[in-house]
């Protein structure tokens, strides 16, 4: 797994999510999956955010955090190893795929999702010499968590689901 000797504070990953839950209400304001994210350096100072654009672009790909990847595209392309990923939700296959392509040091997230997150599977079984692997913060403010639950909750209940994973 990817590590060095750089941290963020508390207040960094407060201020991190909170931003990406703005995008995550954003989101839902354009009726598409209410997912934000953030891209910030060591210091944090905000690189580019975005929300997922499922429903607006027709894209199953659009997801939060390739958004904010394409829009980071130059930055990343130019500081390897320098920046912070914030997502309201825990990571899915593809995304956590192309975080480790984008060379992105730390990802945080707000809620775990027991139904479509893969972060943990590709931290521990996705090739284990590799060794570009973000390091993560899962879940580390639970007034935000709860936050993002409910906003899952009523999309989920909105389109007709009523499966318990955000509760
Ligand atoms: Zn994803």
Redesign the pocket.
């Known amino acids: 797994m990817y590590s060095d000797t750089r941290r963020i504070s508390d207040k960094q990953i407060a201020s991190g999510l909170q931003l990406a839950l703005e995008q995550a209400k954003a989101a839902k304001k354009q009726n598409t999956y209410p997912i934000g994210a953030i891209i910030t350096d060591f210091d944090g100072n905000v690189i580019a955010q975005a929300h997922n654009m499922v429903v607006p672009k027709q894209d199953p790909t659009a997801?939060?955090?390739?958004e904010v990847i394409r829009k980071a595209g130059k930055y990343l392309r130019e500081n390897k190893y320098q920046s912070v990923l914030y997502t309201t939700i825990e990571?899915?296959?593809?995304?956590?795929g192309?975080i480790i392509a984008s060379d992105i040091s730390m990802v945080v997230w707000g809620v775990n999702d027991r139904y479509?997150g893969a972060a943990e599977f590709v931290l521990n079984e996705y090739k284990k010499e590799n060794t570009r692997k973000p390091d993560v913060i899962s879940e580390p403010d639970s007034d935000i968590a709860m936050e993002i639950r409910e906003l899952m909750r009523e999309w989920e209940q909105g389109r007709g689901y009523s499966d318990e994973n955000w509760v």
Not at 63 to 66: N, P, S, V
Not at 91 to 96: A, G, H, N, S
Request: glycine share 8%; with cysteine; aromatic share 0%.
């Open positions: 997801h939060a955090e390739i990571p899915c296959l593809m995304c956590m192309a479509g």
